[in-house]
């Protein structure tokens, strides 16, 4: 997913979208009218990319609602800087899922859970609520 970022930073480059949406989105329709690859290249990458993050970032914890809301995140008729932002946050995001799925490998290899120090026990539980 980092990777593809680039690739898809790079099409946006392509584009050669200015700062108004309306804009971008008439000239983009004029393009893709009159056989330019840009836009389509743009919206390939962009869609594969809205998936990869659904799949690396989101899964389990996202709805379908907002997984589809999700690719409006990346329309063609952005800015450059709506595009830019959301890929930057895109990646902080999966940095940070990098980060803590490594760290949870890192306690598995040392025989350690990897809950919170202050988890809450089985015992205390069971104290407090009853059972076996």
Same mark, same amino acid.
């Given at each position: 997913?980092?990777?593809?970022?680039?690739?898809?930073?790079?099409?946006?480059?392509?584009?050669?979208?200015?700062?108004?949406?309306?804009?971008?989105?008439?000239?983009?329709?004029?393009?893709?009218?009159?056989?330019?690859?840009?836009?389509?290249?743009?919206?390939? #990458?962009?869609? $594969?990319? *809205?998936?990869?993050?659904?799949?690396?970032?989101? @899964?389990?914890? %996202?709805?379908?609602?907002? /997984?589809?809301?999700?690719?409006?995140?990346?329309?063609?008729?952005?800015?450059?800087?709506? #595009?830019?932002? $959301?890929? *930057?946050?895109?990646?902080?995001?999966?940095?940070? @899922?990098?980060? %803590?799925?490594?760290?949870? /490998?890192?306690?598995?290899?040392?025989?350690?859970?990897?809950?919170?120090?202050?988890?809450?026990?089985?015992?205390?539980?069971?104290?407090?609520?009853?059972?076996?």
């Amino acid at each position: 997913m980092l990777q593809h970022a680039t690739l898809l930073q790079q099409a946006l480059t392509a584009l050669n979208n200015g700062d108004q949406r309306t804009l971008n989105g008439l000239r983009n329709a004029f393009k893709t009218e009159f056989g330019s690859s840009d836009v389509t290249n743009f919206n390939a #990458i962009a869609n $594969a990319y *809205n998936h990869e993050v659904t799949s690396v970032i989101a @899964k389990g914890h %996202m709805t379908d609602k907002e /997984v589809a809301a999700g690719d409006a995140t990346l329309p063609s008729k952005a800015s450059p800087q709506q #595009i830019l932002g $959301a890929l *930057n946050a895109y990646r902080a995001l999966a940095t940070s @899922k990098m980060n %803590m799925l490594q760290q949870q /490998v890192q306690q598995g290899m040392k025989g350690k859970p990897n809950f919170p120090a202050n988890s809450v026990s089985v015992d205390s539980l069971v104290k407090k609520y009853g059972g076996r």
